[in-house]
């Protein structure tokens, strides 16, 4: 066996990120720019290193049912039984067989071989018995936690927010591969003209059901596009693009990113204002080589004339800027990151709920460090890629308990999509539009 076959090179990615804690798009990133792999084998890798870990636990269930000391194994074992009953349980177009000879294979290279016997029985006892009855979880939420490979304790979480059958509904899409999106650069294009452009090199592409500036595809790289290069469109999801809107921005304001890499949100605001009549953005974040990541896309959209970055952490804003200095200010908070489970699934396992329970306090400080520096009469919008009400709802409500001359809006983007929804605090979940999980809100300063 070579050893560098793509279920070979997908074990040993699966070992990194889990004894790491890599990201799985990064490290994936690396290893296809540095293997020599042909397009069917790179495809293959991909799919194996993001199936294996979406289905994480639903996988765990059904091997581990067949060992006694399943924490024991060294983790390279543990991800190639994962790697292997995921083949077997969801790709159904390669036989058991190739798929049981190659883990062999692969085993006999790691550790002199002492672990094939062990990989060879416990993958035969699965393609025997097959995938588990999941009917026998007697408790409902335990059931759902391993049938959609969600952590318990986050499965509870949703479940008492939002309701069990609501939640099953989320949970049922949270595994589905996304698609590919894009804003349009409405400086230098238009959405139709875009359209036009990509349709050879996008056969399913189409126009954005969410924002009237997005592109989507099932699948596709707009990265790799000239359009991309060239500065006419830029990455970023569904979702994330109802932020700007949302803020009603004039080309003469003056705006605040208080959280601004890598600069998505940032740019999209830049195209409403006009450096002629004065309009900038200043952006900001704790690190100088994330914003590095801002100047890069502002200089490639064409909109650096307007922008001006600072590192500085936001909870400090309020020692930086003098009171109502800005008409608009941004608080894309540093959240759990749930809402993007599709996107990287490796995010739900990384989490703990100590890790949600510190970040309320830093999202509140955030928003009251900047509330100061707003003029009488702006906007501030409060946004987050999670999910949870903890850094949502709960954050946004204490804050206008502490600061009395802020009120609720009706967030743009939300009446802009007819949202059935509460359009004051604006939350779309994984399941509604099949984007990222996403929460507006918009404070305005009455006096």
Known sequence: ??????????????????????????????????????????????????????????????????????????????????????????????????????????????????????????????????????????????????????????????????????????????????????????????????????????????????????????????????????????????????????????????????????GGKTTHIATYLDPEQGGSITALDIHQRKLKLVEDNAQRLGVDDRLTTLPLDARKVDQTFADETFDRILVDAPCSGLGLMRRKPEIRYAKQEQDIARLPEIQGDILAAAAAKLKVGGLMVYSTCTILAAENQEVVQNFLNNHTNFTLTKVKAAQDINWAGDQEMFQLLLDDYQTDGFFIACLKRIN
């Open 1 to 262: 066996m070579q050893n560098k076959t793509p279920r070979y090179l997908a074990v040993n990615l699966l070992e990194s990120i889990e004894q790491q804690q890599r990201y799985a798009n990064l490290s994936l990133n690396h290893l296809l720019q540095h293997e020599r792999l042909s397009d069917v084998d790179k495809h293959l890798v991909t799919r194996l290193v993001y199936g294996t870990i979406q289905w994480q636990l639903r996988l765990d269930y059904n091997w581990r049912a067949f060992v006694k000391t399943p924490d024991n194994l060294p983790i390279w074992v543990q991800m190639l039984l994962r790697m292997s009953l995921y083949q077997l349980f969801f790709l159904d177009k390669v036989p058991a067989h190739a798929i049981l000879n190659e883990a062999n294979e692969i085993a006999k290279t790691r550790d002199h071989g002492r672990y094939v016997k062990l990989v060879n029985a416990v993958l035969r006892h699965v393609q025997r018995a097959g995938e588990q009855d999941y009917q026998q979880i007697a408790n409902d939420v335990e059931r759902l936690s391993i049938t959609s490979s969600v952590p318990l304790w986050l499965t509870q979480r949703l479940v008492e927010q939002y309701g069990f059958e609501r939640c099953k509904n989320m949970l049922a899409v949270v595994n589905q591969p996304p698609h590919a999106s894009a804003r349009v650069n409405t400086l230098k294009t238009n959405r139709d003209e875009m359209l036009a452009e990509l349709a050879t090199t996008f056969t399913d592409i189409k126009p954005s059901e969410v924002s009237p500036v997005g592109l989507t595809a099932a699948g596709g790289n707009f990265a790799q596009t000239t359009a991309f290069k060239n500065g006419e469109l830029t990455i970023q999801d569904e979702s994330s693009m109802l932020v700007a809107p949302s803020l009603q921005v004039e080309p003469q304001h003056q705006v605040l990113d208080a959280c601004s890499a890598p």
